[in-house]
């Protein structure tokens, strides 16, 4: 009831606060993150320990089980599961929801280092990594050409592409996939070597010795110091063949007997063995999958590398530059799927006030709170970390309906006192008095059936806990401008007393209706109270009814989407070389083609 005064009292400061709410709730639309599902953080850390060359036997005896038994032990931890492959150790951690990831994954590389001494030589370091499950491509732009070779492509992706791209606001990294790597290869020629009584180690270690980046130290001139760099790295194949591997001492009257890589192996500039094979509608090229930061706008962030790619310093322009995946289009789709329903319930709404009150400034007042409400929603939402995801903006949709009760309660109650002679503030004050305990109570009670969600764990939480909130805060606001903006626009839009004016036909034709509908109710709720028994045995029956209809209804954790677009995952037999996998793949695009 002291809102209600507060606001006949105080006009403009109502006024005030709820355009500083259509401000800030503009402001933080603008500056809310866009994403599909809101931010789900799983608790798991991955350990991958790669030890090439061993088998799976050996991997789990040597490496899996220590580290096993040492994380273990971390506080938080609720299981542990590991695949040890062919020359690879993976180990995943689970820990109990709730736990802080980054005091854990810090834990578990402590007590790796602890037992790093016992593992076996050679392996590599273990990568130690927290899972993240937006940690998924949102974009993958593809790099093609007619003139390029993959080595070429392969270079100009990852030397000049890779770093501007990864430079743009809200990208976390842009590897690329594809492609052949540049490799300078030395080929021992056993023969050769097994004549001048060379082993392959002293071929490998001259070769390595002479590939260092060292530094030269400084030279001193008169007054000046300078420092001398002496880079020492190969850069192509010719310097490489004249690398010395022995120099033996000359005989009397004979030249000193020097061997070099050259007479003992074949240098040539060639490339990896390549792994990974990227077609391009039936060409090879190169592509780049681009990951974004956690938090950071996913719509945001694609637009702005669709702009920077047309903008890059250094590509040819024989050099095509496409995307081939883009996560942003079906998140687009989605939203504005939602945004329109949202849109079309709320307008529809306004059109059956319009239809049952047949008073066109009672409608504008109605049509005042939906907006004002959702609006308010945003600012609630900004300062909370949530973003516009499938759940919120589900919620928006969901509580539209809901948002104008609390209003059309009031002003229905303000239009009945208006009705019946009183005036004007005295009006408002009675009917708001008479409803603020009831619309109170409907809203704590709408709001109330969510906060359970607060109890739950696990993916759940993360999903249901933002569309419980947006509710609420929506259903916080929706009272508030009921109590204040509602009552006070009907003081001043409303008029005093009964309409003198003959209504019209459309008026007349629509409220004869309701009439009839109204008697229609009065009739069926004499029957029912008179066949009470009935009436409960007939609700009992279909209630016990509908739960037999339980077995026949599928369940699953997300419904079914269409992001209208398919993949055909092919898997060859294990070992079977890359570019036979390729001709499979060949055969595979002409049937979809």
Request: aromatic share 8%; glycine share 6%; charged share 15%.
């Amino acid at each position: 009831m002291w809102l209600t005064r507060l606001a006949l009292k105080n006009p403009v400061l109502i006024l005030m606060m709820s355009l500083m709410l259509v401000v800030l709730g503009v402001v933080s639309l603008n500056r809310l993150s866009v994403d599909l599902f809101p931010d789900i953080t799983i608790p798991v850390i991955r350990i991958a320990t790669f030890y090439t060359g061993a088998g799976p036997a050996d991997i789990e005896k040597s490496i899996t089980q220590p580290i096993e038994r040492a994380v273990s032990a971390s506080p938080g931890v609720d299981r542990i599961e590991s695949s040890s492959k062919q020359g690879v150790s993976l180990i995943s951690v689970w820990f109990n929801y709730g736990t802080n990831l980054d005091n854990a994954q810090f834990e578990v590389s402590q007590r790796i280092s602890q037992i790093l001494n016992t593992l076996p030589p050679g392996i590599q370091q273990p990568f130690i990594l927290k899972f993240d499950i937006t940690n998924i491509p949102i974009l993958s732009v593809t790099v093609t050409s007619d003139s390029l070779d993959e080595k070429q492509l392969y270079d100009l992706a990852y030397n000049t592409i890779e770093p501007q791209i990864e430079r743009i606001s809200g990208v976390a990294s842009a590897s690329v996939g594809g492609g052949k790597i540049r490799e300078i290869e030395v080929m021992a020629n056993r023969t050769a070597l097994r004549a001048r009584g060379i082993g392959i180690l002293d071929l490998a270690n001259s070769v390595r010795a002479s590939n260092l980046l060292l530094p030269s130290g400084s030279l001193r001139a008169g007054d000046h110091d300078y420092n001398v760099f002496t880079n020492t790295q190969v850069p192509d194949v010719r310097p490489l063949r004249n690398v010395v591997v022995r120099s033996t001492a000359a005989a009397p009257g004979q030249a000193q007997g020097v061997v070099r890589v050259g007479d003992v192996a074949t240098v040539e500039d060639l490339a990896a063995d390549q792994t990974e094979i990227v077609r391009v509608n039936g060409q090879r090229g190169v592509f780049l999958r681009i990951l974004k930061q956690p938090g950071a706008n996913t719509i945001a962030t694609v637009d702005a590398v669709r702009q920077a790619i047309a903008k890059l310093r250094g590509v040819p322009a024989n050099v095509q530059l496409n995307t081939s995946f883009d996560q942003s289009l079906y998140i687009r789709s989605a939203v504005a799927a939602l945004q329109h329903e949202a849109l079309t319930g709320g307008l529809l709404a306004i059109l059956v006030i319009l239809i049952f009150l047949m008073n066109f400034r009672a409608t504008a007042i109605i049509g005042v709170a939906i907006p004002l409400s959702i609006i308010a929603t945003f600012m609630l939402l900004f300062f909370t970390n949530q973003t516009l995801n499938v759940f919120t903006l589900g919620g928006l949709a969901l509580g539209v309906g809901r948002l104008v009760d609390d209003s059309i309660v009031e002003l229905e109650n303000i239009h009945r006192h208006l009705a019946s002679g009183q005036k004007r503030k005295q009006a408002v004050l009675l009917a708001a008095q008479e409803v603020a305990m009831p619309i109170l109570v409907s809203t704590i009670t709408t709001i109330v059936v969510f906060f359970p969600v607060l109890f739950m764990q696990g993916i759940a939480r993360y999903l249901f806990l933002p569309l419980a909130l947006t509710i609420a805060f929506a259903l916080t606001m929706s009272f508030w401008i009921s109590r204040t903006v509602t009552p006070l626009l009907c003081y001043y839009w409303l008029k005093e007393g009964r309409p003198e004016h003959k209504p019209n036909r459309v008026a007349a034709t629509v409220t004869g209706a309701f009439d009839r509908l109204d008697a229609a109710y009065a009739r069926a709720l004499r029957w029912v109270l008179a066949h009470r028994l009935v009436t409960i045995a007939a609700i009992a029956a279909f209630f016990v009814g509908s739960l037999q209809l339980k077995r026949l209804i599928g369940s699953e954790f997300f419904p079914e989407t269409d992001e209208s677009q398919f993949s055909i995952t092919y898997k060859t037999p294990i070992g079977t070389r890359v570019e036979r996998t390729e001709q499979v793949t060949q055969q595979l695009e002409k049937i979809v083609q």
